[in-house]
């Protein structure tokens, strides 16, 4: 979790981990409620933090994995808990500072969610 959070911290390694879907793994695994497993959920925390320096795209991803709902279920430290604040106002801060006009950004977000369905059901390739 260290090289993920590492990874996160920067602007390509945060790119390969947004294309390979760490967002969705990551809420898959808080989505576990074994006691046990508390600090590797603090872990994915701290990890998704540095994703949600991604922009929209980071705002796309964790609502395609439902990452609002399991971050409002969280339970942990305080610190945790403080982090999970963090990346909640990076889901839902629809602010972007060189745009003057006004934009609805959720409409955006699902418009792209609705066009990934029809490309990922067209089977398109990348090579």
């Known amino acids: 979790m260290l090289i993920l959070r590492n990874m996160a911290a920067c602007p390509d390694g945060r790119a390969a981990m947004l294309d390979a879907g760490a967002v969705g793994l990551l809420v898959s695994v808080l989505g576990e409620s074994n006691s046990d497993s508390m600090s590797t959920q603090e872990r994915c925390i701290s990890v998704l933090y540095g994703l949600s320096h991604g922009g929209l795209r980071f705002k796309i991803l964790a609502k395609e994995a ?52 029809q490309s990922c059901s067209a089977g398109s390739s990348n090579f």
């Not at 990452?67 to 430290?77: C, D, T, Y």
């Open 66 to 117: 439902g990452a609002v709902r399991k971050l409002e279920e969280f339970s942990g430290s305080e610190r945790a808990e403080n982090t999970v604040r963090g990346i909640m106002e990076a889901v839902m801060d629809t602010r972007e500072e060189n745009i003057e006009e006004d934009v609805d950004w959720e409409e955006l977000i699902d418009l792209e969610l609705a066009n990934r369905g």
